[in-house]
């Protein structure tokens, strides 16, 4: 067993499943609150965990503001009691509708969403005006990630203008994503950083003379939090996700990030020894994400010197010249390497307080649709 990690009732626990620690994820959130400052100037993302429950503990921490990529993940974060909730994507097609929905039917939270194009933006406001609500909208800006999000220049000021003048749109500021910066090292992620924040700084300037707010920029992922929660800059809001659960990816990556260590750990077990030098373990691509490269994918803790030689729906082929320590059965812990995706493969996850499952949680926006 883990020292980090505990579980006594491991017969009790089935296998390939995913195992969050509260008492860890309350930690690397008062660590983050600790590093902005304060809790008012955070809006973490909620992808990562899709829970009710942790959402909650962030409320419980000060946290107001929250930002989400789905419309289920908006649903979700307004039932738990969330206020301010950005939907950080352009919605188009049928989403728009649902959003009017969300809009309707939770007067006690606050919407915004994300805008790039003229075209959807005037859609987006012909939806929300003809349904007589209002909705924030913020400037996706490209600075660098080549994602969404439209250049930094002239045509974004054209199209905050625009927006603010179009029925049922609130202008709110920008958001400032910056997905490519995430460099080991702290100085290189600060040089990342400068390169596009003074052009962005500069369309804020030139927004504001033309006489409109831009209140917010909300700010970059988790590595590099560090280098925006140390800007004295007005409306900043950080805007990290994985740094709740952490893993094995981010884990030990950034100096800058220490105390925030991973709050979610795979149990697997030995399903066959076929060798005297192979393992295979029930953690398939069905329950741990197969997004990062194959000997990222995950870190088996405590395990002999290894290499990820396969990886199927239901079967992780391990190799190591130790094989022959394991029988079937035996359980293997493992962190994933990217946490987001993997919580988005289980429907639920174990809770363990005090060494014990002593609970589940629902992952609620795993699900497209909750009910809007
Ligand atoms: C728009 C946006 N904001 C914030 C985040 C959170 O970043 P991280 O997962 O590095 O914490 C993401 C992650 O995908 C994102 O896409």
């Given at each position: 067993m883990n020292p980090a990690y505990p579980l006594s009732d491991l017969d009790s626990v089935y296998s390939p499943a995913l195992v969050v620690y509260p008492e860890l994820v309350r930690r690397n959130i008062a660590r983050v609150v600790e590093l902005a400052g304060g809790p008012a100037r955070l809006r973490p993302h909620v992808k990562t965990h899709k829970t009710r429950e942790i959402a909650r503990l962030l409320l419980d921490a000060g946290v107001t503001r929250h930002k989400c990529a789905t419309v289920a993940e908006a649903e979700m974060l307004a039932t738990a009691g969330a206020p301010d909730v950005l939907i950080a994507y352009p919605l188009v097609g049928p989403n728009r509708g649902r959003l009017v929905e969300l809009i309707r039917r939770f007067p006690g939270t606050t919407f915004s969403v994300l805008i790039d194009h003229p075209l959807a933006t005037q859609r987006l406001s012909e939806a929300v005006a003809a349904a007589g609500v209002e909705v924030g909208v913020i400037l996706d800006l490209d600075v660098g990630q080549h994602r969404t999000g439209i250049t930094v220049g002239n045509a974004a000021a054209d199209l905050y203008e625009s927006a603010a003048k179009l029925p049922g749109l609130r202008p709110e500021g920008f958001q400032v994503y910056d997905g490519h910066n995430h460099q080991p090292d702290r100085a290189d992620r600060e040089a990342g950083v400068r390169e596009f924040l003074a052009p962005v700084l500069a369309l804020r300037q030139e927004v504001q003379s033309r006489?409109?707010?831009?209140?917010?920029?909300v700010c970059g992922g988790t590595p590099s939090f560090p280098v925006f929660a140390g800007l004295d800059i007005d409306g900043v809001e950080c805007s990290p996700g994985?740094?709740?659960?952490?893993d094995a990816g981010y884990g030990g990556k950034f100096a800058d990030l220490a105390g925030i260590t991973p709050a979610a750990v795979l149990v697997t077990r030995?399903?066959?020894?076929?060798?005297?030098d192979r393992v295979t373990l029930d953690l398939g691509t069905k329950a741990v994400?197969?997004?990062?490269?194959l000997e990222r994918r995950v870190k088996l803790l405590d395990f002999p010197e290894y290499e990820l030689a396969g990886h199927n729906e239901e079967h992780l082929i391990v190799k190591t010249a130790?094989?022959?320590?394991y029988t079937p059965g035996d359980v293997v812990y493992a962190l994933p390497g990217h946490v987001c995706p993997t919580v988005a493969l289980h429907k639920e996850v174990l809770v363990s307080e005090g060494g014990k499952v002593v609970g589940r949680w629902a992952v609620a926006a795993r699900d497209r649709v909750l009910t809007v």
């Open positions: 006489g409109l707010p831009v209140p917010r920029l994985t740094f709740v659960l952490h030995v399903v066959s020894r076929p060798t005297a994400a197969s997004d990062p490269p130790e094989a022959g320590r």
